[in-house]
């Protein structure tokens, strides 16, 4: 395994995951969360810092279980691989719809994001997991004048090089 390839998915992964949900959550869900303004900690700012671990581990796993168990590395892997990968979160949601107080709205907006979110995971996983092109090189002048494989002897060569400058 590449590690910084691994290191330079992880932490993609991790920043566009924070960046939609920071969004998302700020200002698209901010009309949502004041309705149930009593059903939130009210030290919650002061917990944040536990979000952002768990959601780098999350995404970690993300990553992790992509390189190791993915066979096939392409972007459209990526893209299915999020999709499904969101399952997880959308299992998640529908718990806690069950468990607190939610609305249908909030709880729809929250499965939307959590696959928007992953949607964007998997396809930054598998833009930088996708295969590699192999490199050409190109040719210079001598690289040229090794192409003849042989076939001709070093006297042809020798007139074609006399040929050919003149």
Same mark, same amino acid.
């Given at each position: ?13 991790y920043?566009?995951y924070e960046?939609?949900?920071?969004y998302?959550?700020t ?5 949502? $969360?004041?309705?149930?303004?009593g059903?939130?900690?009210? =030290?919650?700012?002061e ?15 993300f990553?992790?279980i992509?390189t ?6 392409t ?9 499904? $990968? ?6 998640n949601?529908?718990n806690? $719809? ?9 709880v ?9 979110q ?7 996983v598998?833009?930088? $997991?996708?295969?590699?092109k192999?490199r050409?090189?190109?040719?210079d ?10 076939? =001709? ?9 006399e =040929?050919?400058? =003149?």
């Amino acid at each position: 395994m590449n590690f910084l390839r691994f290191l330079r998915a992880v932490v993609t992964v991790y920043i566009l995951y924070e960046i939609i949900g920071y969004y998302v959550h700020t200002s698209l869900l901010c009309d949502c $969360y004041t309705e149930l303004e009593g059903l939130w900690r009210v =030290n919650m700012k002061e917990k944040m810092n536990y979000t952002f671990i768990a959601d780098f581990v999350f995404t970690t796993l993300f990553v992790v279980i992509y390189t190791r168990w993915v066979k096939k590395h392409t972007v459209l892997t990526g893209i299915v691989f999020g999709l499904t $990968y969101s399952l997880i979160s959308i299992v998640n949601i529908i718990n806690q $719809y069950v468990m607190y107080p939610l609305t249908k709205h909030l709880v729809v907006l929250w499965i939307l994001t959590a696959v928007f979110q992953l949607f964007i995971c998997g396809l930054s996983v598998g833009m930088i $997991y996708r295969p590699l092109k192999p490199r050409v090189k190109h040719m210079d002048e001598n690289d040229a004048s090794n192409i003849d494989s042989g076939i =001709n002897s070093e006297e042809d060569q020798t007139e074609n090089k006399e =040929n050919f400058t =003149n």
